[in-house]
């Protein structure tokens, strides 16, 4: 399996800046995709990043909110911008080797205040 | 409307007995369906399995049951060892590659 490197692990940001996540992929992987755990909630698709073309993001997730860059096939980012308490998640990155070959990083836990 | 759902959002079971983790799905695209652990300030590791073309696939003590026409499935753990005690999510997948999850069950296993 592939192994992801996320950072930063943790941050505490406060209301109307932003934060930029990292995942950085120890092999070249094609798909990429950014999740977020609300407390109590499941985890739910952000978007999903392919290098090369623009991130495909889900219902209810939006290019201003939470723009991603995918510069190459070993790195993603994620943004989280103008934040609100509302914002207070986990969120992780995912890479997709084949069915069975899902792996995610350690996660980043945003609080903010 | 949920797509995966898993009703139990908690369960405790006694060491060396058998936990059954429970998951429905309503997408009858879903071609396979995964179990993930997950620890406190973790993110989730892969746990087992199981393709849509098999009703059963198991792994030391970990089995995955599938029952397609219920749109259900099950992963059991025998025996049931305190390290098991984590949240663990259902998830399914079909052709555009992501996954979904299911809200998560947390298992306590009681020494």
């Known amino acids: 399996s592939a192994v992801i490197s996320q950072k930063p692990s943790r941050d505490i940001c406060q209301r109307g800046t932003s934060l930029t996540i990292q995942c950085q992929v120890d092999?070249?992987?094609?798909?990429m995709f950014w999740y977020r755990q609300q407390p109590g909630q499941s985890l739910t698709l952000i978007a999903t990043a392919n290098q090369g073309s623009e991130a495909t993001y889900e219902s209810g997730f939006v290019i201003d909110k939470f723009p991603i860059s995918r510069p190459n096939l070993t790195f993603s980012t994620l943004t989280v911008s103008n934040l609100s308490p509302e914002d207070s998640s986990i969120y992780l990155c995912s890479v997709a080797r084949d069915h069975y070959g899902y792996t995610f990083g350690s996660g980043t836990r945003l609080t903010v205040v | 409307d949920q797509q995966v759902k898993q009703n139990s959002p908690s369960l405790s079971v006694q060491e060396g007995r058998i936990s059954i983790l429970n998951c429905d799905y309503t997408?009858?695209?879903?071609?396979?369906f995964l179990w993930y652990k997950k620890y406190p300030a973790e993110g989730p590791t892969f746990l087992i399995s199981i393709s849509s073309i098999k009703d059963k696939n198991e792994d030391g003590r970990f089995t995955v049951f599938l029952n397609k026409s219920a749109k259900h499935l099950s992963l059991h753990i025998v025996p049931s060892q305190p390290g098991d005690s984590a949240v663990y999510f259902c998830a399914a997948g079909g052709s555009q590659g992501n996954l979904i999850f299911g809200k998560g069950t947390k298992l306590s296993v009681k020494p």
């Open positions: 997408n009858s695209m879903f071609d396979y």
């Open positions: 092999s070249q992987v094609t798909m």
